[in-house]
């Protein structure tokens, strides 16, 4: 990552000054940039495959749910990106489960169009349903919700969340003109990295960008304009 421009000010270079034995450590300073990582993938010599075609991409709805503690928000408000939309999510789906998955059933979350695009690398020869080594997204229509934490933690108190919930929770409902994930999507290598910006219903511009490392996030950003 970039460096961060730790001597802006005055006061803060007295206060490292003051606090000269105390390290000060920058908590993305371990996270590369998704360049990076692009070019790690293509030198180890992994396969990339584009999204939505001829992949369908992920089998998912929305990515907040306890894996990894996927929940993105900042004590008040918690961010809900939608990779397909809201509306076509079946009323009995269990959103705290994240993928649906086709089988005999039916398509699963393939039923509908994902709302994002991109690539993802994994090795040749893969077995059917390996999760990537990493996946790129972008998006310029991509439903971003924000509801308060606090009646999101109430209601999957039962392990269970449907849209229905959501819905009921009076959502700050918001599109992102502006969409871009940077996903590792392995166990023990997890990242997750979203920026995203964009509109809400009632007019008001909204501004989002989470970096969760393993299962916590490190930076989180949810500002509302006027």
């Known amino acids: 990552m970039s460096v961060r421009p730790l001597l802006r000010t005055l006061g803060l270079a007295f206060l490292l000054g003051a606090c000269s034995d105390t390290q000060i450590v920058d908590p993305l300073s371990d996270v590369p940039e998704t360049a990076t990582l692009i070019r790690t993938a293509e030198t180890a010599g992994l396969v990339r495959v584009t999204v939505p075609q001829p992949d369908p991409g992920i089998p998912a709805y929305a990515r907040a749910f306890p894996g990894e503690k996927q929940f993105f928000h900042n004590g008040e408000w918690l961010a809900i990106p939608f990779y397909r939309a809201p509306s076509a999510i079946p009323a009995d789906f269990n959103l705290m489960t994240f993928f649906h998955f086709p089988g005999p059933g039916g398509p699963g979350a393939f039923a509908t169009p994902i709302l994002i695009k991109g690539f993802y690398f994994i090795e040749p020869n893969a077995p059917l349903g390996t999760f990537p080594v990493l996946a790129v997204s972008t998006g310029d229509a991509v439903p971003i919700w924000f509801v308060r934490w606090s009646v999101y933690q109430a209601a999957m108190a039962d ?46 511009t909204f501004d989002f960008h989470v970096t969760h490392v393993g299962d916590a996030s490190r930076a989180l950003r949810i500002n509302f304009g006027r």
Do not use: C, W, Y
Request: a positive charge; glycine letters at 14%; proline letters at 4%.
């Open 159 to 204: 392990g269970v969340v449907t849209i229905g919930d959501v819905n009921a929770m009076q959502p700050l409902r918001g599109i992102a003109t502006t969409f871009n994930e940077t996903l590792k999507p392995r166990t023990g290598d997890h990242l997750t990295v979203i920026t995203a910006s964009g509109k809400l219903a009632d007019g008001r």
